[in-house]
């Protein structure tokens, strides 16, 4: 466990929690990939395809996150965990909110082109995205990364204007 926390730059226990929740919505991802594609089989399979499933997706998270240390500043490794929570939890948020909202306003794939609805869809997604994202990052305290990554990002969508201090 030392090594782990020494590896991770720990040195606080409640800094633990952010790589026990990791795994375990990796865990959970895992598991509900698996057996979206694997109901109709024996539970065995499933169950080790949801282990493969995880493996594969600790190795990519793992990775992204040895390249992307060197690009992003943060104090301590361990927050490269918290950072990537927030991304998670902001992208299937914004999907679920949105979602609903085209549909408050009337907009379904039957009353609508598709293509203009997926537009339309993927849009009020974005515009959500950018909202929780900051919002989500001072809950999880990241405020300055996700400022500063939502700064970025706007300045690649050309509105400047917006960002004048």
């Known amino acids: 466990m030392e090594k782990f926390k020494e590896h991770w730059e720990i040195s606080k226990n409640w800094q633990l929690l952010f790589p026990l929740f990791g795994i375990l919505v990796l865990l959970f991802s895992a598991y509900k990939l698996a057996f979206l594609f694997t109901s109709q089989f024996h539970i065995i399979f499933s169950i080790l395809s949801s282990v493969v499933i995880f493996y594969l997706m600790l190795s990519t998270c793992l990775f992204f996150i040895r390249k992307l240390e060197k690009k992003w500043i943060v104090d301590q490794k361990w927050e490269m965990i918290r950072i990537f929570i927030v991304f998670g939890i902001t992208g299937s948020t914004s999907a679920f909110v949105g979602r609903p909202l085209i549909?408050?306003?009337?907009?379904?794939?039957?009353?609508?082109?598709?293509?203009?609805?997926?537009?339309l869809f993927i849009i009020i997604g974005l515009i959500f995205?950018?909202?929780?994202?900051?919002?989500?990052?001072?809950?999880?305290?990241q405020f300055e990364f996700f400022w500063g990554f939502e700064k970025k990002m706007l300045r690649r969508f050309g509105l400047k204007r917006f960002l004048e201090d």
């Open 103 to 119: 549909a408050l306003a009337g907009i379904t794939k039957e009353n609508l082109n598709p293509f203009i609805y997926w537009i």
């Open 129 to 141: 995205y950018q909202v929780l994202l900051v919002a989500l990052g001072w809950l999880f305290g």
